[in-house]
């Protein structure tokens, strides 16, 4: 159950775009389509951005959107603004009926 | 309003024992299976363990299978970590979560409680 690989930083400058990666193996990210991510606030629970690869929940910002190629997802912010930067963190469902998250990345905005 | 409130959290010495809650409303909690997951200080996202809807599957992380027990009420919308043989890395902030589509498991998590503090130390 190794986390998934995600890169430890990225940042950008307000109305820019950044993507951050989330590499896993061929029995989970590349497996299934149930790769989810959340982003979490300093002393705040994780909020549900993207699940199911590309979907979004109700009342996320179109700003953010998902995508997998492979064993590899990726998450996409357009249109950065202030309050996106946060942790970001991929997870993924895995062929032992288990759930492994990634390492997380920290966003920062210029 | 759907919201989880997590309590028994703490200090435990280590080789202790602690039994964790998550108290749910706002949504038909048998219909949804929750999960526990944790958060060490500075650190990321771990994944603990979850159970199903009616409480009939159960799954858990290799770092606590055999240690902790996952277990619902669904007649009191109350969900349950047993952790025992508490080890200092079991150190964290708890959460439990549910899955974001009745009888999904282990695919998104829509609704997060504020979490419990866990300390293991001596």
């Known amino acids: 159950q190794s986390a998934l690989t995600q890169p430890a930083s990225v940042s950008g400058s307000p109305g820019q775009s950044i993507t951050i990666s989330c590499t896993g193996t061929?029995?989970?990210?590349?497996?299934?389509?149930?790769v989810s991510w959340y982003q979490q606030h300093p002393g705040k629970a994780p909020k549900l951005m993207i699940y199911?690869?590309?979907n979004r929940p109700s009342g996320v910002s179109n700003r953010f959107s998902g995508s997998k190629s492979g064993n590899t997802a990726s998450l996409t912010i357009s249109g950065l603004q202030a309050e996106d930067e946060a942790d970001y963190y991929c997870?993924?469902?895995?062929?032992?009926?288990?759930?492994?998250f990634g390492g997380g990345t920290k966003l920062t905005v210029l | 309003e759907v919201q989880l409130l997590e309590s028994g959290g703490g200090l435990v010495q280590p080789g202790g024992s602690l039994r964790l809650s998550c108290a749910a409303s706002?949504?038909?909690?048998?219909?949804?299976?929750i999960n526990w997951a944790r958060q060490a200080p500075g650190k990321g996202l771990e994944w603990v363990s979850v159970?199903?809807?009616?409480?009939?599957?159960?799954y858990y992380a290799d770092s606590v299978k055999g240690r902790f027990t996952i277990s619902r009420d669904n007649s009191m919308n109350t969900l349950y970590l047993q952790m025992n043989s508490l080890r200092a890395e079991d150190t964290a902030v708890y959460y439990c979560?549910?899955?974001?589509?009745?009888?999904?498991?282990?695919?998104?998590?829509?609704?997060w409680g504020q979490g419990t503090m866990v300390t293991v130390s001596s």
């Open positions: 706002g949504f038909t909690f048998s219909n949804y299976a």
């Open positions: 199911d690869v590309s």
């Open positions: 979560a549910k899955e974001e589509a009745a009888r999904h498991i282990l695919d998104a998590f829509d609704i």
């Open positions: 159970i199903s809807g009616s409480g009939g599957s159960t």
């Open positions: 997870s993924s469902y895995t062929t032992s009926n288990t759930l492994v």
């Open positions: 061929s029995s989970d990210v590349g497996y299934y389509n149930y």
